[in-house]
T-cell receptor, first 120, second 117 residues
Framework: AQTVTQSQPEMSVQEAETVTLSCTYD???????LFWYKQPPSRQMILVIR??????QNATENRFSVNFQKAAKSFSLKISDSQLGDAAMYFC?????????????????FGKGTHLIIQP | GAVVSQHPSWVICKSGTSVKIECRSL??????MFWYRQFPKQSLMLMAT?????????EQGVEKDKFLINHASLTLSTLTVTSAHPEDSSFYIC?????????????FGPGTRLTVL
């Protein structure tokens, strides 16, 4: 079974600064997908970024980028120029799936989450 | 972007009664939908995977007779909590797979808060 571990229950960062959220995972599969989801107080899950395991290049989405280390099974999220609207719970998630399959076919395994606080 | 709705958003029921939660994909067809459960201040746990027209696949430890899932159409899946008890009180979230999207993405509904008295 796959596991996802987020070792930081809470992180705090000053507005406009950069913060990195950690995530490690365990799997015996060679093809899989990794995600970071944001859950604000409204509890609506919002996809922040996704990474295909077969891609060596780290995914980026505007101020959000990941550091994907496949051998180390590490998948951290970097948020640059933090904004007040970034305050939320952040969940790292894993999905199995064959290469190029898209990663949407399997249910997600989530980490326990990191509560991100933005200090004005 | 793709939208997934859930109804109701909040439901309170008496112990022993059954509650039905609907999950709809509004602007795409979802061959697969997923149901998750989230306890307060905890993570999401996958309960089951439902494919249109076939029986749902439940995760280990999830009682299939208690959590009935029906995926009757490509845009609707329902979760029925039968004979609900206070320990079933939780936040239930569905997601729907848009396999036609370039990135084959799961989109999440806004969730349903269930309180069993």
């Amino acid at each position: 079974a796959q596991t996802v571990t987020q070792s930081q229950p809470e992180m705090s960062v000053q507005e406009a600064e950069t913060v990195t959220l950690s995530c490690t995972y365990d799997t015996s599969e060679s093809d899989y997908y990794l995600f970071w989801y944001k859950q604000p107080p409204s509890r609506q899950m919002i996809l922040v970024i996704r990474q295909e395991a077969y891609k060596q290049q780290n995914a980026t989405e505007n101020r959000f980028s990941v550091n994907f280390q496949k051998a180390a099974k590490s998948f951290s999220l970097k948020i640059s120029d933090s904004q007040l609207g970034d305050a939320a719970m952040y969940f790292c998630a894993y999905s199995g799936g064959l290469m190029y399959s898209g990663g949407g076919a399997d249910g997600l395994t989530f980490g326990k989450g990191t509560h991100l606080i933005i200090q004005p | 972007g793709a939208v997934v709705s859930q109804h109701p958003s909040w439901v309170i029921c008496k112990s022993g009664t059954s509650v039905k939660i609907e999950c709809r994909s509004l602007d795409f067809q979802a061959t697969t939908m997923f149901w998750y459960r989230q306890f307060p201040k905890q993570s999401l746990m996958l309960m089951a995977t439902s494919n249109e027209g076939s029986k749902a696949t439940y995760e280990q430890g999830v009682e299939k007779d208690k959590f009935l899932i029906n995926h009757a159409s490509l845009t609707l899946s329902t979760l029925t909590v039968t004979s609900a008890h206070p320990e079933d009180s939780s936040f239930y979230i569905c997601s729907a797979r848009d396999g036609s999207a370039l990135t084959d993405t799961q989109y999440f509904g806004p969730g349903t808060r269930l309180t069993v008295l």
